[in-house]
């Protein structure tokens, strides 16, 4: 470890422990601890308020549904309290630490209004954390689907800050960034590629989610390995308080089905679902495609069991796949699939910690069956994590966050076999890369008065770069052309070719105006050591992912942000301005005409350069009354200087977009009836057209000259949804309960521009004429029913 590196360890345990500045901390305190959950499910509260309303003091919970909070010793009134649910108010007499436990029940009195809140409404206001965002699955389900398929990425592209390069794009960009600089955590699985049906849909299963939080800045220190935001999903617990209940959907595209069990009382509870489309039946039906097979499908496990009120056991498995076959022409699949073992134990009122294990992997294979191209193509990246975390709380005012963290890669960038004899493929193999990361990090949240108050941490990562038992080699050439291989040496299995190390300080400060108002500023450091190698507009399920080597050095990035939150008419609606502004280094980019599939000297496609993103984000939400929803717009440029490309200038990036305007509203018409809407509006994506052209044989052929990079743009994108949640009447003396859900996708016809491309005119071959590409141009009506019982 470096010199530097043991100072900014040393400098922030110094800081992280120093004394408290609060003017309120009393001269003795007891800790009150415990966890609160859902009396019917047993399911975690998170965010839920605990006070004391004489002394002015509180807390929520975390993630896990545990509370701390430090008292005078005495008796004191303590509320708990979470929207949706009965508060509870109990006296407590503290002469030392206390654990106290309880479960809340639901609101029994039916509700008139539709409510768009995931945890205090007060949050955004009083915590020091910025650029962070929160949807609950209840108001996901009431947004407009595609084809009835509810889609966690969908709904949050309507958020700011947030955006995608075009209809049917996998995955989502954050402030200027790529899609595989945004960390995705499910239950703390890492997913690779998060769409399916090669973008169109999320690998999320909306039954097994419980909620997500998206940090799009102010990224936690424990979290580290992206550097444009943390897309964190929570899955459901399963019930342990009540007997098994299911529920599902039936759709036009899929159906759904997931089932929750308590298998012992108060203790074990279990979460199984699963999702599959069936496009590939209706196949069938038809002749000449009955060989034919294109489906996905989702299976989700969560076994969770108590073994007391300080430990808790939770075990959680997915896998997602889609397949694309055609007959004996073409087959086609790729897939995620993971499990997190973690145990989470209180150690004393003051001290709460978790332990990880965490296996994932990404993989696709594509190939033709039979014949005399028979070949199969396979690829790999898998990664085992294991990791520990730790939250103390060294006095009223100052909240520690420690923990360490390592993870083992193995990637596989391509093999392909022959399948037959008479096959013209020859066998090849881009040779394995291995890799190891590991971190450390200490966080403080800390009070300095009644207005102010700091969390700041710093996260310490180093990237080893692990021989294979192959060959490796440097490259060298003409900036911004092919560059050769040379000193090419042997790496033994295991052999440490090259190490990177960082430090990541992080900080954010709130400064309470007054009740419902106060501005935040924060900075973070960020570094990502493994890399998606696309030089398409949007990624594709065959991109490669590869690790920082001794030729790929990490990306590094560094964002500093302001804003400006505010409530009104207590909490009903929130408000907020952010505006943002993010340096990175060691950004990739490509020679024109580079090939990132099945090249073993991929390394000399390569270039590197800068880039930068700023912007401002307006976000103005309805939190309660029939009609909620949001408002968010925003203003933005990212950018980039690559050496070798475009005569070295700034150019737009690939997902710049100027400006994004996202309206969402619901509204409940009666009890049973709720409508809503969505509008969406933004710039086009920047693109490579050709600017200038000649005439070969009679034929005119576009060129791109002076070496221009994303010198145009698509037209713009807008997007109008409709969507009607209708339910079934109940019936007292039964559990069924059911709900028809109507949808209307693209309400106004547009044709949106997925892409352009170039072609000669038919009827003047001296001409060249621009075709736009849509992936939806037409209004797309869907219909689904939901159950649970």
């Given at each position: 470890m470096t010199s530097s590196i043991r100072w900014g360890l040393a400098a922030g345990l110094l800081l992280a422990a120093g004394p408290s500045w609060s003017q309120t901390v009393p001269a003795r305190t007891a800790t009150l601890s415990g966890t609160l959950r859902d009396a019917a499910t047993g399911e975690a509260l998170v965010g839920a308020s605990v006070f004391v309303k004489a002394l002015g003091l509180g807390t929520s919970t975390d993630e896990n549904g545990f509370y701390k909070l430090q008292l005078p010793p005495g008796t004191h009134v303590v509320t708990y309290q979470i929207l949706g649910f009965e508060p509870q108010q109990v006296t407590l007499t503290l002469s030392g630490d206390l654990n106290r436990s309880l479960k809340l029940s639901a609101q029994t009195h039916q509700t008139q209004e539709v409510v768009v809140q995931g945890l205090r409404a007060e949050d955004n206001v009083k915590k020091p954390e910025m650029g962070v965002n929160r949807l609950d699955m209840k108001t996901v389900k009431l947004m407009p689907a595609l084809l009835g398929e509810v889609d966690v990425v969908r709904s949050i592209q309507l958020l700011p800050g947030v955006t995608t390069v075009g209809e049917g794009a996998s995955g989502f960009n954050v402030r200027g960034g790529g899609v595989d600089q945004n960390l995705v955590l499910m239950d703390d699985i890492p997913l690779y590629n998060v769409s399916h049906l090669l973008g169109f849909f999320s690998a999320f299963n909306p039954d097994a989610v419980q909620d997500m939080t998206l940090y799009k800045g102010g990224i936690p220190a424990r979290h580290g390995g992206r550097l444009a935001s943390l897309l964190d999903v929570k899955m459901r617990d399963g019930r342990t308080a009540e007997r098994l209940s299911a529920n599902g959907g039936i759709g036009l595209i899929s159906s759904r089905l997931a089932v929750e069990a308590p298998l012992i009382k108060d203790r074990t509870s279990l979460a199984v679902s699963g999702r599959r489309s069936y496009g590939d039946l209706f196949l069938k039906l038809i002749p000449e495609q009955k060989d034919n097979q294109a489906y996905f499908y989702d299976l989700n496990l969560k076994l969770s069991h108590r073994f007391s009120a300080r430990d808790q056991l939770t075990l959680t498995g997915y896998r997602g796949r889609d397949v694309f076959n055609f007959a004996n022409v073409f087959k086609n699949d790729w897939g995620n699939t993971g499990g997190s073992l973690r145990w989470t134990h209180q150690f004393s009122p003051k001290l709460f910690g978790s332990f990880s294990a965490v296996a994932a992997q990404y993989d696709y294979g594509l190939g033709v069956p039979q014949g005399s191209?028979?070949?199969?193509?396979?690829?790999?990246?898998?990664?085992?994590?294991?990791?520990?975390?730790?939250?103390?709380?060294?006095?009223?005012?100052?909240?520690?966050?420690?923990?360490?963290?390592?993870?083992?890669?193995?990637?596989?960038?391509?093999?392909?076999?022959?399948?037959?004899?008479?096959?013209?493929?020859?066998?090849?193999?881009?040779?394995?890369?291995?890799?190891?990361?590991?971190?450390?990090?200490?966080?403080?949240?800390?009070?300095?008065?009644?207005?102010?108050?700091?969390?700041?941490?710093?996260?310490?990562?180093?990237?080893?770069?692990?021989?294979?038992?192959?060959?490796?080699?440097?490259?060298?050439?003409?900036?911004?052309?092919?560059?050769?291989p040379v000193n090419t040496r042997p790496a033994k299995d295991g052999e440490l070719v090259k190490r990177y190390a960082n430090l990541e300080p992080r900080a954010s400060l709130r400064y309470t105006l007054d009740l419902n108002s106060s501005l935040k500023a924060s900075f973070n450091r960020t570094a990502q050591y493994i890399h998606l190698i696309s030089n398409t507009t949007a990624a594709t399920p065959l991109d490669v992912w590869t690790p920082s080597t001794q030729n790929i050095r990490p990306e590094r990035g560094n964002q500093v942000a302001l804003g400006y939150f505010r409530n009104f008419r207590d909490n009903a609606y929130e408000a907020s301005v952010e505006v943002f502004g993010k340096t990175m280094d060691n950004q990739i980019d490509y020679i024109n005409g580079a090939n990132t599939l099945l090249n073993k000297d991929l390394e000399g496609e390569l270039l590197y350069g800068k880039g930068r993103a700023y912007g401002a984000e307006f976000f103005l939400k309805k939190n309660q009354g029939k009609l909620s929803g949001w408002v968010s717009y925003t203003l933005s440029r990212s950018e980039r200087q690559i050496e070798g490309i475009n005569r070295n200038d700034w150019y737009p990036n690939k997902y710049d977009k100027t400006h994004c305007l996202n309206v969402v509203g619901m509204y409940q018409v009666a009890p049973r009836l709720t409508l809503s809407g969505n509008f969406a509006y933004g710039t086009g994506v920047a693109t490579t057209f050709p600017n200038a052209r000649f005439v070969y044989d009679g034929l005119v052929v576009p060129v791109v000259s002076g070496d221009a990079r994303n010198n145009y743009r698509v037209p713009a994108y807008h997007r109008l949804d409709f969507g009607a949640t209708l339910q079934n009447r109940e019936k007292p003396d039964r559990r069924w309960r059911s709900e028809w859900v109507f949808s209307v996708y693209n309400v106004y016809n547009r044709r949106n521009a997925y892409g352009i491309y170039f072609r000669q005119n038919e009827d003047n071959p001296r001409q060249t004429e621009a075709v736009r590409l849509s992936v939806f141009g037409s209004v797309i009506p869907s219909v689904s029913y939901n159950f649970n019982f």
């Open positions: 191209q028979a070949f199969e193509w396979t690829s790999k990246v898998r990664n085992y994590t294991g990791k520990a975390d730790f939250t103390y709380q060294l006095n009223p005012s100052n909240t520690l966050s420690a923990g360490v963290a390592g993870t083992r890669y193995r990637f596989e960038p391509a093999t392909v076999k022959p399948l037959s004899t008479e096959s013209i493929f020859v066998p090849l193999k881009v040779a394995t890369q291995q890799a190891g990361e590991y971190a450390a990090y200490i966080d403080n949240e800390q009070t300095l008065g009644p207005r102010l108050q700091l969390q700041y941490g710093l996260r310490v990562s180093v990237f080893d770069f692990l021989g294979s038992g192959a060959d490796i080699s440097d490259y060298v050439g003409v900036t911004g052309q092919r560059k050769q």
